[in-house]
């Protein structure tokens, strides 16, 4: 069963716009983590920020940050004065157990300049 | 710090043919993940060791894959007999393990892409 559903297989935006990726999960496990991953075009997936289940304020790193509403099991990413190099795949992954991963399907997000 | 390092970059095998892939894992970091991606599965879970011990092989397929971590430096994955649905881009990820449960992120290698014809 998908674990993880992220429903935008695509996404646009114009330079210095914010960005909302959007991502759902499901779960049975009081604590989990949710991470957000962008795949470089070398195949690199890098981190970005992480959500943890018991935290209930919004994770912030940099321009990242993210709007987690636990009830809903959603989370999405916001992407705030996007650039260009912003330009790639952007992975939800979610963690229950251990460190092991369980990643959506991804949205290829494309930033024009 | 050279990050996750996996050789090599390509790999083109016969179906049939064996293919053997390599991982070394940052420096201090105690846990090594084998994912497989594939524009149709996606990013699906393999394996995963800690402290060179297996833990969880649930995304393993049960034939023809097997993988080992003979010391901290290197894992490998290995694909006996290999078909032509193996064809995919093999990732490999470290992370430090802390059982406190701060947020231990996966560090990714660029990956193999294995093919084959």
């Known amino acids: 069963a998908q674990r993880v559903t992220q429903v935008q297989p695509t996404g646009s935006s114009q330079w210095g716009e914010e960005v909302t990726l959007d991502c759902s999960y499901e779960?049975?496990?009081?604590?989990?983590?949710i991470f957000w991953y962008r795949q470089l075009f070398s195949g690199e997936m890098v981190f970005l920020i992480y959500?943890?289940?018991?935290?209930?304020q919004n994770q912030r790193s940099g321009r990242y940050s993210v709007v987690f509403q636990k009830s809903f099991k959603s989370i999405s990413l916001v992407i705030s004065a996007s650039q260009p190099e912003d330009s790639g795949t952007y992975f939800c992954a979610l963690s229950e157990l251990y460190n092991v991963l369980y990643f959506g399907s991804g949205t290829k997000l494309t930033v024009e300049p | 710090n050279a990050g996750v390092i996996q050789t090599p970059r390509h790999k083109v095998t016969g179906k049939g043919q064996e293919a053997t892939l390599w991982c070394e894992p940052i420096?201090?970091?105690?846990?090594v993940f084998w994912y497989r991606q594939t524009i149709v599965q996606g990013l699906e879970f393999l394996t995963y060791?800690?402290?060179?011990?297996?833990?969880?092989d649930s995304g393993m397929p049960k034939e023809r894959f097997s993988a080992q971590m003979p010391n901290q430096s290197h894992s490998t994955l290995k694909i006996q007999s290999t078909q032509p649905q193996d064809s995919a881009v093999y990732l490999c990820a470290s992370s430090p393990w802390d059982w406190g449960g701060a947020a231990e992120t996966l560090y990714f290698g660029s990956g193999t892409r294995l093919t084959v014809l």
């Open positions: 959500q943890p289940s018991f935290d209930t």
């Open positions: 779960t049975s496990e009081y604590f989990y983590r």
């Open positions: 420096s201090g970091h105690s846990a």
């Open positions: 060791f800690r402290n060179q011990a297996p833990i969880d």
